[in-house]
């Protein structure tokens, strides 16, 4: 599981890298599908990551909040303050954590476990999205392949 974390960290700063050779119009234009746009889609996973482990963690989970005039730095600042916390929770992670019962009083309630992995799959789905409209620009798209990049 720890091995997806990083695969995930390592894609999301290459598609943090891949954005600069978009013009600021560019990565705030709507576009059909996901959340919306580059700049919220990479909001929004660095966002759900932090919130989650927050929420396992019971500590407060403030909702960043996205302008219109959202930068490409303001993106790779976030990812930079939450992802601190977050990897200090991953290496932290035994397999005591796995069975542990979320419960924050709405069913239904799931493993510490499985969240991780809907945490790793979340982030996942939605590069699928910016490789698609990265497609549609005529631009090549990260690569989303595991093999080959050194993560174990």
């Not at 700063?13 to 959340?35: H, T, Y």
């Not at 396992?56 to 730095?73: F, M, N, R, V, Y």
């Not at 939450?82 to 200090?88: A, G, K, N, P, W």
Request: glycine share 4%.
């Amino acid at each position: 599981m720890k091995l997806l974390f990083h695969y995930n960290w390592q894609v999301r700063e290459e598609w943090i890298n891949w954005c600069e050779q978009l013009s600021q119009e560019a990565f705030l234009k709507e576009r059909i599908g996901g959340v919306g746009s580059f700049a919220k889609t990479l909001h929004h996973i660095i966002d759900v990551e932090w919130s989650w482990i927050r929420r396992l963690e019971c500590k407060p989970d403030p909702e960043a909040t996205l302008s219109q005039e959202t930068t490409l730095l303001d993106i790779r600042q976030l990812h930079q303050t939450y992802h601190y916390d977050v990897q200090l929770f991953i290496e932290r992670w035994t397999p005591s954590y796995e069975d542990r019962i979320y419960d924050d009083g709405h069913p239904p309630y799931d493993t510490w476990g499985v969240i991780m992995r809907h945490i790793i799959a979340h982030e996942i789905h939605h590069i699928g999205q910016l490789s698609i409209w990265a497609r549609e620009l005529d631009l090549k798209p990260v690569s989303a392949n595991v093999i080959g990049r050194k993560l174990s």
